[in-house]
T-cell receptor, first 108, second 115 residues
Framework: GQSLEQPSEVTAVEGAIVQINCTYQ??????LSWYQQHDGGAPTFLSY????GLEETGRFSSFLSRSDSYGYLLLQELQMKDSASYFC?????????FGKGTRLHILP | DAGVIQSPRHEVTEMGQEVTLRCKPI?????LFWYRQTMMRGLELLIY????????DSGMPEDRFSAKMPNASFSTLKIQPSEPRDSAVYFC?????????????FGPGTRLTVL
C-alpha cells in the first residue's frame, strides 16, 4: 500500500515564505508531484521531482529526498491568490496517488 | 486546445437513479483518469485507461460503478443505482505518455448530489 502525510492546514502572512512538508510510504516510487487546487476548482499541476534536490519554478520550489521519503513545497513572496489547497502526490507506474492536501491560509 | 471537458458540471438526482458522467480528454493524450473527491476521503483514483484500455480499476468502489472509453475522445463513468454516499465531485484527467513531468490535466469536475 501507500500513504502520504502532509499537514491539514498552514497559515502564513502575505509576502512571507511558507513550506509545506510531505512524507510518504510507498512501493515502486517514481517521483513526487505537487498540485494546487482553489476552492471550487480543479487540481492544477505545480511541480514534479523524480530525483533528489530542489526544482525551482518562479516563486515556487519543490524538494525531494528519496532516502528520507520526504519532500516539500516552498512558496515565496506569498500573495493572496496563493490561498488554496496543496496536494503532494506520489507516482507509481502510470498513476499518481494524492495526499489529503494542505489548506494554506494567507493573512493580509 | 480546450482542455479536458466534462459534462454535466452539476448533477442532482435521486437515490436509485442512473447517473452518467462524461469526459473528453485533451486531444493526443494517451491516458485518462477518473477521480472522486470528498472532504472525508480526499482525491481518490477510481480507474484509469491507457490507449482506451482500462488498466487499473482497483479504486472503483463497487459494482454499481462502471467506466468505459469507446474511443480516444470520449469516456463515461456510470453509477447505477446511485446512493447518497456517492455524492462527491468527480474529476476526469488526462496526460500524455510523452510528458516529462508526468503532468495530469484535470477537467472542471462534475459535482454530483444524490438525494
Amino acid at each position: 500500500g501507500q500513504s502520504l502525510e502532509q499537514p491539514s492546514e498552514v497559515t502564513a502572512v502575505e509576502g512571507a515564505i511558507v513550506q509545506i512538508n510531505c512524507t510518504y510510504q510507498t512501493s515502486g516510487f517514481y517521483g513526487l508531484s505537487w498540485y494546487q487546487q482553489h476552492d471550487g476548482g480543479a487540481p492544477t499541476f505545480l511541480s514534479y521531482n523524480a530525483l533528489d534536490g530542489l526544482e525551482e519554478t518562479g516563486r515556487f520550489s519543490s524538494f525531494l529526498s528519496r532516502s528520507d521519503s520526504y519532500g516539500y513545497l516552498l512558496l515565496q513572496e506569498l500573495q493572496m491568490k496563493d490561498s488554496a489547497s496543496y496536494f503532494c502526490a506520489v507516482r507509481r507506474d502510470d498513476k499518481i496517488i494524492f495526499g489529503k492536501g494542505t489548506r494554506l491560509h494567507i493573512l493580509p | 486546445d480546450a482542455g479536458v471537458i466534462q459534462s454535466p458540471r452539476h448533477e442532482v438526482t435521486e437515490m436509485g437513479q442512473e447517473v452518467t458522467l462524461r469526459c473528453k480528454p485533451i486531444s493526443g493524450h494517451d491516458y485518462l483518469f477518473w477521480y472522486r473527491q470528498t472532504m472525508m476521503r480526499g482525491l481518490e483514483l477510481l480507474i484509469y485507461f491507457n490507449n482506451n484500455v482500462p488498466i487499473d480499476d482497483s479504486g472503483m468502489p463497487e459494482d454499481r460503478f462502471s467506466a468505459k472509453m469507446p474511443n480516444a475522445s470520449f469516456s463515461t463513468l456510470k453509477i447505477q443505482p446511485s446512493e447518497p454516499r456517492d455524492s462527491a465531485v468527480y474529476f476526469c484527467a488526462s496526460k500524455s505518455d510523452r510528458s516529462t513531468y508526468n503532468e495530469q490535466f484535470f477537467g472542471p469536475g462534475t459535482r454530483l448530489t444524490v438525494l
